[in-house]
């Protein structure tokens, strides 16, 4: 089956900081979401992303499908994007394939 | 409102207790999906149903029985909990099998 690769495993940001979280797939994929899992254990979907660009407010992210892999942008970071941010893919057979995880902690 | 709905949020029960959690979703989508988040955070497939027929089974002990009785509920039911079973499981819903999918705010099930 598919593997997903995320990159850093952990990362310690001051406040203000900017961040680019990586996301690596070993095969195509028709479905890729961005989540954030806040400290309450919420998933937070954050991006729908298959190809292209998008942003919204301080994210944006970026796949390159034909590379298969996408990118995660946090700019101007904040204490409340501490978490874990995980990226995930779907092939075509209705389930998604997370990743292990970028764990953010943003310090103030 | 709440897109996708669990309940209950926490769960904690002794060993070989049977439990159900059950999920709702009001978005009108036609695919519903069991996941479970272990330890380590790896979030990994149950099972998956489309407009109630099971699509999806990865594996799972038959101890756990997910039921669809229509297509906005799939509940899962776990007989004979053993201590493995304690972990995060999460309800998501999708339109179909490569729109996104939308997740509930997962039950914290923990056996003793």
């Known amino acids: 089956g598919i593997q997903v690769e995320q990159s850093p495993p952990d990362l310690i940001l001051q406040e203000g900081a900017n961040s680019t979280l990586r996301c690596n797939f070993s095969?195509?994929?028709?479905?890729l979401q961005w989540f954030h899992q806040n400290p309450w254990g919420q998933l937070i979907n954050l991006f729908y992303?298959?190809?292209g660009t998008k942003q919204n407010g301080r994210l944006s992210a970026t796949t390159v499908a034909t590379e298969r892999y996408s990118l995660l942008y946090i700019s101007s970071s904040q204490t409340t994007d501490s978490g874990v941010y995980f990226c995930?893919?779907?092939?075509?057979?209705?389930?998604?394939?997370f990743g292990t995880g970028t764990r953010l902690l943003v310090s103030p | 409102d709440t897109a996708v709905s669990q309940t209950p949020k926490y769960l904690v029960t002794q060993m070989g207790n049977d439990k159900s959690i059950k999920c709702e979703q009001n978005?009108?989508?036609?695919?519903m999906y069991w996941y479970k988040q272990d330890s380590k955070k790896f979030l990994k497939i149950m099972f998956s149903?489309?407009?109630?027929?099971?699509?999806i089974n990865e594996t799972v002990p038959n101890r756990f029985s997910p039921k669809s009785p229509d297509k906005a509920h799939l509940n899962l039911h776990i007989n004979s909990l053993e201590l493995g079973d304690s972990a995060v499981y999460f309800c998501?819903?999708?339109?179909?099998?490569?729109?996104?999918?939308?997740f509930g705010d997962g039950t914290r099930l923990s056996i003793l």
């Open positions: 978005l009108g989508h036609d695919t």
């Open positions: 998501a819903s999708s339109q179909d099998r490569v729109q996104p999918q939308h």
């Open positions: 995930a893919g779907n092939t075509g057979f209705q389930k998604l394939v």
């Open positions: 095969d195509s994929v028709n479905n």
């Open positions: 992303i298959p190809s």
């Open positions: 149903y489309n407009n109630k027929e099971l699509i």
